[in-house]
T-cell receptor, first 113, second 117 residues
Framework: ELKVEQNPLFLSMQEEKNYTIYCNYSTTSDRLYWYRQDPGKSLESLFVLLSNGAVKQEGRLMASLDTKARLSTLHITAAVHDLSATYFC?????????????FGKGTKLSVKP | NAGVTQTPKFRVLKTGQSMTLLCAQDMNHEYMYWYRQDPGMGLRLIHY???????AKGEVPDGYNVSRLKKQNFLLGLESAAPSQTSVYFC????????????????FGPGTRLTVT
């Protein structure tokens, strides 16, 4: 059974600080997704990571994937209040051509001045 | 393009009542999904469809039925609602898992907040 674990589940940060969210998954997978959700809103796709060593950056967010360690990280650089949201990672079963996503429980990020 | 839309946005049901949630997408996506989101649980897959006329069970299918009569629509039915089905329901759609990077991304609708009393 594929399990996806995120930590921390809650993260309170000060502006301008750096931090990393971790996403571990239990079985082999060749793809990893990061989504953002604002309160009461839908999910917005941030990154799609499709190979070992993949690194993608958008603004103050950078995501990476280590398929051997079954680990993805979402690094936040110099946090700002606008980054406050819940961040989810998700992956699919091996050979999951149907795209069935298994989500982590989410990391609720709060950036305080 | 409207993307993925869901109807209704909010609904309150009494235990035992039935209802249907409608999901529509205008991106010509083959695959469609229904998830539920509960506090502290992330999203869990209820049912999914890989094409018109086909459906399959996800992680938490009990108490729900689905139909995909048209490619652009995916219906989620609750035959006899229970308080445990109080949740936020999200529909999503995607292309099949081909080699292109963005084609496996799922696009989510705005959600339906359902309360069963």
């Amino acid at each position: 059974e594929l399990k996806v674990e995120q930590n921390p589940l809650f993260l309170s940060m000060q502006e301008e600080k750096n931090y990393t969210i971790y996403c571990n998954y239990s079985t082999t997978s060749d793809r990893l997704y990061w989504y953002r959700q604002d309160p009461g809103k839908s999910l917005e796709s941030l990154f799609v990571l499709l190979s070992n060593g993949a690194v993608k950056q958008e603004g103050r967010l950078m995501a990476s994937l280590d398929t051997k360690a079954r680990l993805s990280t979402l690094h936040i650089t110099a946090a700002v209040h606008d980054l406050s949201a819940t961040y989810f990672c998700a992956t699919t079963l091996p050979g999951g051509s149907q795209g069935n996503l298994i989500f982590g429980k989410g990391t609720k990020l709060s950036v305080k001045p | 393009n409207a993307g993925v839309t869901q109807t209704p946005k909010f609904r309150v049901l009494k235990t035992g009542q039935s209802m249907t949630l409608l999901c529509a997408q205008d991106m010509n996506h083959e695959y469609m999904y229904w998830y539920r989101q509960d506090p502290g649980m992330g999203l869990r897959l209820i049912h999914y469809s890989v094409g018109e006329g086909t459906t399959a069970k996800g992680e938490v299918p009990d108490g729900y039925n689905v139909s995909r009569l048209k490619k652009q629509n995916f219906l989620l039915g609750l035959e006899s609602a229970a308080p445990s089905q109080t949740s936020v329901y999200f529909c999503a759609s995607s292309y099949p898992g081909l080699a292109g990077a963005t084609r496996t991304q799922q696009y989510f609708g705005p959600g339906t907040r359902l309360t069963v009393t």
